[in-house]
């Protein structure tokens, strides 16, 4: 399952970018697995898997590591 960091989180719209290997990836708060949307943090680290969105790929099954 690829890695990455949480580069931005924009609260008040529900969704954020993953910085990883492939470049940013978006990610939408309902993706956002174990922990809620708000818990989320600049700079940790999170696992994903890569899912099919309507502007390209995007970030799915958002995870927090450790």
């Known amino acids: 399952m690829p890695q990455g960091k949480i580069k931005k989180v924009v609260s008040e719209k ?3 970018f993953i910085e990883g290997d ?3 990836l978006f990610f939408h708060h309902s993706e956002v697995k ?3 949307f708000e818990e989320l943090r600049v700079g940790q680290t999170v ?11 995007r970030a799915t099954s958002v995870r927090v590591v450790g």
């Not at 696992?47 to 790929?57: L, S, W």
């Open 14 to 16: 529900g969704f954020g």
């Open 22 to 24: 492939r470049g940013d």
């Open 34 to 36: 174990d922990v809620t």
């Open 47 to 57: 696992e994903f898997e890569v899912g099919r969105g309507e502007k390209g790929p």
